[in-house]
C-alpha cells in the first residue's frame, strides 16, 4: 500500500474561529467538527480544552495495513506513542511522534 495522507485533522483551541479563517482562505465548508466537500469529509475539526496543553496543528493521517506493527515498528526507528490505539467505527488510530518530534496518526482503515 503507498502510504498517501488521507485524512487531515485540526486540532485548535478555537473551532469557530478556524472554521471562518479556512471558510474565509479557502472556501471550505465546516460542520461543528468535520471539514467537508463534494465527496464527503476530509478533515476534522477538533476542540482542545483549556487545560490541554498540546499546541494547535493539523495532523495528517497515514494509512497501514497492520496497526499494531506499524506502532512497533516506528517505536524501534525511535518514535514515541503520544496517544494510545483509539478504535472508531470507521477503523483504529495511534498518534506518535517521530524522532525529531512531528507528530502523524497511524491510521488502519476498517476494510468491509
Not at 474561529?17 to 478533515?43: H, I, K, M, Q, V
Request: hydrophobic letters at 40%.
Amino acid at each position: 500500500m503507498s502510504h498517501p495522507f488521507v485524512f487531515m485533522d485540526l486540532r485548535t483551541t478555537d473551532r469557530d474561529r478556524s472554521r471562518a479563517f479556512y471558510g474565509e482562505l479557502f472556501g471550505w465548508s465546516a460542520t461543528e467538527s468535520l471539514f467537508t466537500g463534494a465527496d464527503g469529509p476530509w478533515g476534522g475539526l477538533t476542540q482542545l480544552a483549556a487545560d490541554d496543553d498540546r499546541r494547535p496543528q493539523w495532523l495528517p493521517y497515514v494509512p497501514v495495513t497492520d496497526l499494531d506493527k506499524a506502532v512497533t515498528r516506528a517505536v524501534e526507528l525511535g518514535a514515541t506513542v503520544t496517544r494510545p490505539r483509539v478504535d472508531l467505527p470507521p477503523g483504529a488510530a495511534v498518534v506518535i511522534d517521530d524522532p525529531t518530534g512531528a507528530t502523524i496518526v497511524l491510521w488502519e482503515p476498517k476494510l468491509p
